[in-house]
Every structure is written in structure tokens, then in C-alpha cells.
């Protein structure tokens, strides 16, 4: 199947699949650089709508993925990190090869984009890896009612990922509920595939992933690590084995945090967008 493209989306045949990309509300042009967004965890391409779109409209061709098996993309669910960096991979793969590509995960979305830039050495221009951890263990807790009991997981997943249930007037406009946002998006990813259950399949993805400092010192791209300091999900201090990776194999990296939880991008969006804009510029 060949790629389709409309104003606001491209689909890319993954296989016998199809990979759905949110391109910021922009045409691709020729001459610009590639900036793909990988989510997180039972998440889909719009929790990165302002910085993807942002982005799109200052320079860059923008492609925020959902990943296989979630919400428009079809396929089943990576299993393992691996699995899914093979597929950006084989996306990557389809973009010109005279144009840089940048990646910016979040949470499972960073390990995956740590395996790719790792494998693509210098194909990579820049990574931001954002509420990131190595290794990103998963409490037998959540991986036992992420399978039994996905509603009870949900609601501890979207409380211990965000440090307000309700942000100040100036962050996403006065009456938003990130807490309510989250439980409606998680609910609806994991409705999107009726074979499987990706809500445990990606927990299991990311307590399984032990490549983490190794995959580090492969990297090539300049790299942002991004925590947030009220972050209970990934702590600044479980991403200090990557810095430390990164350190010793001389990888140029820049490590900063912000005043955010978990969901820094729709809970601190514009703290978020000011640090991706340091190392994207």
C-alpha cells in the first residue's frame, strides 16, 4: 500500500499494516527536517497536539504516531520496546534520506526512541526523552490490574501521573480536567483494539527493557532528558543511569526538569515546549 496523505494525517504501510501519523495540521515540505512523536503507555498521537502542532508550523515535518495496535494504526501491539523501534524504524526507512530525523518520546514512547536513535547512530539528528527511567519497572500492582482489572489501573495511573487535577488559567485554559482527559483517552485506546489488551502489553514492554544505559552510549544525537520534579511515575532519579551512560560514552546531553508530573505535555504544556525548543532549534 502506498503512503496516503491528507492535510492533517499520513498513513505508512508497516507490512500488511498501516501506521497512522498526525502531521500537525501542515503539508510536508521537501527541504524541512523530520520530528516524529512516540507516545507513551496505553496514550495515542494526541497527547502531543500543541508541541506537535507547534513544531509543524515552525520548520518541521511532523509525524506523531500512534503506535501499532492503537487507536488508528492497525497491527498488534509491540511487545517489547524492540518491537516497537523496528517499526519506527521501518518508518524511517520511507522518509528522504537527505532529510534529518528527530525523535521525542514520552515515558514508554523514550525507551523506544533511546532503541532507535541507538540502532540509526547519525540518521538521528536529535532525542528528547521525556519522563524517562532505566530501568522502567512496573509495580506488580499495576501489570496484575492492567490485565484483571483496567479500570482500577487507569484511575492509579492517571492520579499518580499528574500533580493537579486541574492546571492554573494560563496552562490549558480555565475548567480543564487533565485527570478526567486522561481516564477518557485511556479508555478509549484500549476500546480501539478489541484482540488484545494493550494496556498490559505495553506495561509489560517497559518493565521487560533492560537495554537502557547500553542503548545510551550507541547514541550519536545530541539528547534531552526531561523529567518533571513532582514526577511519582518516573522519578528524576531513575533516569540517572542514562545520564550516567550517556556521561561516560561522551554523548552530548542535556538533562533539565520542570515543575510537572508525569504528563508534562498536557499538564506543563509550554514549560514542555520551551525545553524541546532549546535542543530543536
Not at 71 to 88: H, I, L, N, R, W
Amino acid at each position: 500500500m502506498a503512503k496516503q496523505t491528507t492535510q492533517t494525517s499520513q498513513r505508512y504501510a508497516i507490512g500488511n499494516n498501516v501506521l497512522y501519523a498526525y502531521t500537525g495540521g501542515t503539508p510536508h515540505r521537501p527541504e524541512q527536517p523530520y520530528l516524529i512523536f512516540i507516545h507513551g503507555v496505553l496514550n495515542d498521537h494526541s497527547v502531543w497536539a500543541l508541541q506537535s502542532r507547534y513544531f509543524a508550523h515552525h520548520g518541521w515535518n511532523v509525524l506523531a504516531i500512534d503506535l501499532p495496535g492503537h487507536s488508528k494504526s492497525t497491527g498488534a501491539a509491540p511487545a517489547s520496546v524492540e518491537d516497537a523501534a523496528s517499526t519506527v524504524e521501518t518508518l524511517i526507512a520511507q522518509l528522504p534520506a537527505q532529510n534529518t530525523v528527530s525523535l521525542i518520546g514520552h515515558s514508554f514512547g523514550s525507551l523506544i526512541a533511546l532503541e532507535v536513535a541507538a540502532r540509526l547512530g547519525h540518521r538521528i539528528g536529535k532525542l528528547a526523552l521525556l519522563g524517562t527511567a532505566a530501568p522502567m519497572a512496573v509495580s506488580d500492582v499495576l501489570l496484575d490490574w492492567s490485565l484483571n482489572a483496567p479500570e482500577k489501573a487507569l484511575h492509579l495511573v492517571n492520579v499518580f501521573s499528574r500533580h493537579t487535577l486541574a492546571p492554573p488559567p494560563s496552562a490549558l485554559g480555565p475548567g480543564t480536567w487533565p485527570y478526567g482527559m486522561g481516564m477518557a483517552l485511556g479508555r478509549r485506546v484500549l476500546r480501539s483494539n478489541q484482540q488484545e489488551n494493550v494496556f498490559h502489553k505495553g506495561f509489560v514492554a517497559c518493565n521487560s527493557y533492560n537495554n537502557g544505559p547500553t542503548s545510551m552510549a550507541a547514541v550519536k544525537a545530541e539528547t534531552l532528558i526531561l523529567s518533571g520534579t513532582l514526577d511519582q511515575m518516573t522519578p528524576a532519579r531513575a533516569a540517572r543511569p542514562l545520564v550516567e551512560a550517556a556521561q561516560n560514552a561522551a554523548v552530548a546531553l542535556q538533562s533539565q526538569s520542570i515543575h510537572a508530573g508525569h504528563n508534562m505535555m498536557t499538564e506543563a504544556p509550554e514549560a514542555t515546549l520551551q525545553v524541546l525548543q532549546s535542543i530543536l532549534r
